[in-house]
């Protein structure tokens, strides 16, 4: 019987590559489709004696002897980057032992890249694992998971400096004097004292956005995402309903909701007689009309107002800069403030 004394931290997985369905709490997820994968340009070039290379320390992973499997999952931790795609495909194709050591090589170069700032290996490690925790094989699959589970924090950092190089808006959420505020980087109309943690409340991708539909697996890294809103421009969405409907799919807790252009910076739940504002976004168009947390909006440009989801539909139909006599409860007296919209970014 092989003695085996190498064990693997293996990593998680969370379908980072898909990208799902337009939808609102409640509504039916459609049908899975592809999911878009990274280029196949980023991979490094690989000269024949590398591959070989390569090859020969995956099938050492397998050997009868203990050292050599040793030997040979060291120096594939060495190599790094360019070992990347095959430990990935050989992942499950080999025995328990070698399956495991991949994953666990897989994992050494996500953490130790992370730690040293090689952010290109690190994306790319983490999605192999992500592609080893959807793969058929169960071991490998679980291990895979345990690994991008045990490593989170190092996806949701890696994905909030995605989103933004690529155009889309993270907003966070504290509580502030015991309600809950939107919290922007770089804000100075909030300090969120450092001792809180704040949470992500959504991600924004509107005429900005310039991943595209392969950009969403950035979106599919923030796992405990709640709420996604992509703003419709002049003339289409960022981003594909095909693609939207596979990061459903992939993140059934996450609520897409299409908005249009025009942007109001509020939060909120319906109540008996119309939209109970629970965040006002700083320096933004309710803020600066003066709308309020608790305030509850019943009419909007002339439209009765039941719940939060009327509120979407009449900001869909307005552009930016338009200008809009809002009706509020505030205090159980009427006020009416006039809003002027802003554009989602």
């Known amino acids: ?85 095959i430990l990935s495909e050989s992942a499950g194709k080999t025995s328990l032992e070698a399956s495991s050591r991949v994953v666990g090589i897989l994992a050494a170069i996500y953490r130790q890249s992370a730690r040293v700032g090689e952010f290109t290996t690190t994306d790319a490690a983490e999605f192999a694992l992500s592609a080893v925790a959807e793969a058929g094989n169960r071991s490998a699959a679980q291990r895979a998971r345990l690994v991008l589970e045990d490593n989170s924090e190092i996806a949701e950092q890696r994905a ?10 993270i907003e966070h959420q504290t509580v502030n004097r015991g309600r809950f505020i939107n919290v922007r980087p ?17 991600v924004v991708i509107g005429d900005s956005w310039t991943g595209g539909d392969e950009g969403l697996r950035h979106v599919a890294r923030l796992r405990n995402l709640p709420a996604l809103y992509v703003s419709r ?17 992939a993140m059934p807790q996450l609520n897409i909701q299409m908005r249009g252009r025009a942007y109001l910076g509020v939060s909120g739940n319906t109540v008996g007689n119309g939209c109970l504002i629970q965040t006002v976004n700083p320096g ?12 509850v909006i019943t009419s909007f440009d002339g439209e009765k107002i039941a719940g939060f989801e009327d509120l979407i539909e009449s900001i869909k139909s307005h552009s930016p800069g338009d200008a809009v006599e809002v009706i ?15 554009v989602w970014q």
């Open 328 to 342: 509020i409860e505030r205090n159980l007296q009427p006020v009416t403030l006039t809003v002027t919209l802003d």
């Open 186 to 202: 770089g804000n100075p109309a909030v300090r969120v004292p450092q001792q809180q943690s704040p949470q992500i409340s959504h």
């Open 233 to 249: 421009g002049k003339n289409r969405a960022p981003v594909s309903n095909r693609a939207l409907a596979s990061l459903q799919t």
């Open 160 to 169: 909030i400096v995605e989103i933004r190089r690529l155009g889309g808006v």
């Open 1 to 85: 019987m092989r003695h085996t004394s190498w064990q693997s931290t293996v990593i998680v997985c969370g379908l980072l590559s898909a990208v799902c369905v337009l939808s609102r709490p409640g509504s039916t997820a459609a049908a899975p489709v592809e999911a878009p994968r990274p280029p196949q340009n980023s991979e490094p070039a690989i000269s024949p004696e590398m591959q070989q290379r390569l090859k020969r320390l995956i099938d050492q992973l397998d050997s009868d002897d203990y050292d050599s499997r040793e030997q040979a999952t060291a120096e594939l931790t060495s190599i790094g980057r360019p070992a990347v795609k």
């Open 284 to 295: 933004k168009a309710a803020h600066r009309a003066g709308l309020q947390p608790g305030d």
